[in-house]
């Protein structure tokens, strides 16, 4: 399987997929900031590198159909999101229809959209997470993959809820990519992702935590 991964920042989902050793090919990873530490990460690697800086762009659909021609290029099976902190256009979306998957910092549907630690702890959730899942145009939304379940501590900040969902997204989102490789991800009509086994039956994923 042929991969393009798209980050923003320090790449550390990056890092678990690479730390992982999965069966798949990166053909390239590509950031919108100039300034990411994930693309030396990937330069490390040996992987190509790109930098789209959206500033340059006037208007977000402009910048999501460069960012199209640059991914389709390599001709990937599949885009990850990884900590990619871009709201995509829906013909993005719609271009990559169920070859898109994001890691979203809470456990789905909840908490959608930016600073999910500090809104968790406001509300007083006694559990948090993170949700890997198929993208569609609703923002935050589309077929739940897997998800991690994180306690929330009495003493919690939003740094410390942080640090502890991220190493659960280190282990889900390679998973879920590992899963996706393997063919065994069936999107059912309702929405639902099933697992497939190597007998051909199905199962539904679970949260791990």
Known sequence: MKLVVLISGRGSNLNAILDAALPVEIAAVISNRPTADGLALAQGHGIATHVLDHAQYSNRADFDAAL???IDG???DGVVLAGYMRILT???VEHYSKRLINIHPSLLPSFPGMHTHARALAEGVRVHGCTV???TPQLDHGPIIVQAAVPVRADDTPDSLAA????AEHQVLPQAIRWWAAGRLVVQNDGRVN????DGSEQAL????
């Open 68 to 70: 199209m021609t640059l």
């Open 74 to 76: 390599y001709q990937p």
């Open 90 to 92: 829906d013909a993005f």
């Open 133 to 135: 899942h198929f993208v």
């Open 164 to 167: 502890r969902v991220l190493a």
């Open 195 to 198: 697992l497939r086994d190597a």
């Open 206 to 209: 679970l949260i791990y935590g």
